[in-house]
């Protein structure tokens, strides 16, 4: 397992943007395909975004797609999400993991994921 550490959630208001950070000392990183996903109070944890290790591909849920993006520095051992236009639905706890198991013919949030950091708390009020 990669050792990642998520930061940069907060409470805002609806229509505000956040940019979260997931970063590891793992010097593999660079080799990895990684994602974001998130779990609000009694829901399942649901897919996100991710993004192909150098980072030339980017995939993303309905839910958040045109507002989201996904992105990484190889060089700083991080991944990104950049959240615009939140609404309270986006409300949950936000994770990354590495892709351990991935498909072109699968979607991204089919894909395998695991070790995942401890998450970082996103609340927007209304």
């Known amino acids: 397992q990669v050792p990642v550490v998520e930061s940069g959630g907060g409470l805002v208001q609806a229509g505000a943007s956040l940019k979260l950070s997931c970063v590891t000392s793992?010097?593999?990183?660079?080799?990895?395909?990684m994602g974001w996903h998130r779990q609000a109070p009694g829901k399942e944890r649901e897919f996100v975004a991710a993004?192909?290790?150098?980072?030339?591909?980017?995939y993303y849920s309905n839910a958040v797609k045109g507002r989201f993006t996904v992105s990484r520095d190889n060089a700083k051992n991080t991944m990104y999400l950049e959240m615009n236009a939140l609404k309270p639905e986006d409300s949950a706890l936000y994770y990354c993991?590495?892709?351990?198991?991935?498909?072109?013919?699968?979607?991204?949030?089919?894909?395998?994921?695991?070790?995942w950091g401890p998450g970082t708390q996103v609340t927007v009020g209304s």
């Open positions: 993004i192909t290790d150098t980072g030339s591909n980017t």
């Open positions: 993991a590495t892709v351990v198991h991935s498909s072109s013919w699968m979607g991204a949030h089919q894909w395998s994921y695991d070790g």
């Open positions: 793992d010097h593999t990183f660079s080799n990895l395909y």
